[in-house]
């Protein structure tokens, strides 16, 4: 597996991530440690989540996904093997949420417990925290990397200019982000290219994608509009049978049919071959799904492909 190198965080990951915010929610747990081994035994290392996830969920208040990956670390003893991606800052409830130092501090403390682990490698900002100066922010991170319970961080959701703002205010007792993760795929693209993309190749970012199918779109399970009554998700796919979302598709499976390949494992592969993205993240329900995603990793896209999918 060649790994990639995470920024300067001096960490590294597969070129492929597994979205954690399925487990404990569409995965139950024995589906969840299945897949996690089947990522793990295939060489692929990374495993993002939240302490939000899945508190959107009814009876649920956030904390299931680490609490599952915390359990399987507990019963299968692969941590050694796993980096590891949390974040914080959405609202878990009674008032829990936001980046001021102290919260972030308490906050982690309570993500290590659920992860049952005493580190995270990479703890991400999970969107910009408009009531906390950032200076606030990076050295309420700066005291956990100093006392060793997290290896590097980064921002989520920030824009161009706050990207900046945030690597810019680094040092002198602030940590300094070196990861952005943005939403960003092949039919959503303004979420990423131009400023933020700016920032993260001028400071050396690492770039780790979400949405990265598009909740599935780009799957080409959804075609037309009977199709959105395949899965719950369906609905929030009306607008993206519109537009580009019809031009997409039929590059997505000129390429697939080039390669043999699906239109799933097209779609990451060519996040993958974007210079500037390190590694996207995509959630698998089952095993079977997961072993469908993981060839992308392999792929090797011609410019005669990366052309056809430029629409």
């Known amino acids: 597996m060649q790994m990639r190198a995470l920024g300067k965080s001096g960490l590294k990951t597969a070129p492929l991530v597994l979205g954690g915010n399925v487990f404990g929610w569409t995965a139950d747990k024995a589906t969840s440690f299945d897949i996690l081994d089947a990522l793990i035994d295939a060489g692929f290392n990374a495993v993002d989540t939240a302490n939000v996830y899945s508190r959107w969920v009814p009876d649920h208040s956030g904390g299931e996904s680490e ?18 991606i949390t974040k914080v800052g959405m609202d878990m409830g009674e008032g829990r949420k936001g980046l001021k130092a102290d919260y972030i501090v308490k ?10 682990t005493d580190h995270i490698d990479l703890y991400l900002s999970h969107s910009p925290d408009e009531d906390t100066p950032i200076d606030e922010t990076l050295e309420g991170h700066q005291r956990l990397i100093d006392a060793g319970k997290v290896r590097a961080i980064g921002g989520s959701n920030y824009d161009g200019p706050g990207l900046k ?13 070196e990861v952005l993760q943005p939403h960003y795929n092949l039919l959503v693209r303004d979420q990423y290219e131009g400023a933020r993309e700016d920032v993260c190749v001028a400071e050396g970012l690492g770039v780790i994608s979400y949405f990265s199918l598009a909740s599935g779109f780009l799957t080409g399970k959804y075609r037309t509009e009977d199709d959105l009554k395949k899965s719950p998700r369906g609905g929030q796919m009306k607008s993206l049978l519109e537009g580009r979302g019809p031009k997409v598709l039929a590059a997505l499976d000129k390429v697939a049919a080039r390669h043999g390949a699906t239109q799933a494992q097209v779609a990451l592969a060519w996040l993958m071959a974007r210079p500037s993205i390190t590694a996207p993240i995509a959630s698998a329900t089952s095993v079977a799904q997961l072993q469908e995603i993981l060839p992308a990793a392999s792929m090797n896209l011609s410019t005669e492909d990366m052309a056809d999918l430029d629409i």
């Open 67 to 84: 609490t599952v990956i915390g359990e399987w670390f507990a019963a299968h003893g692969k941590r050694d093997k796993t980096l590891l």
């Open 107 to 116: 906050a982690c403390e309570a993500s290590l417990k659920r992860l049952q």
């Open 165 to 177: 703002a945030a690597v810019d205010a680094a040092g002198d007792g602030k940590a300094r982000y």
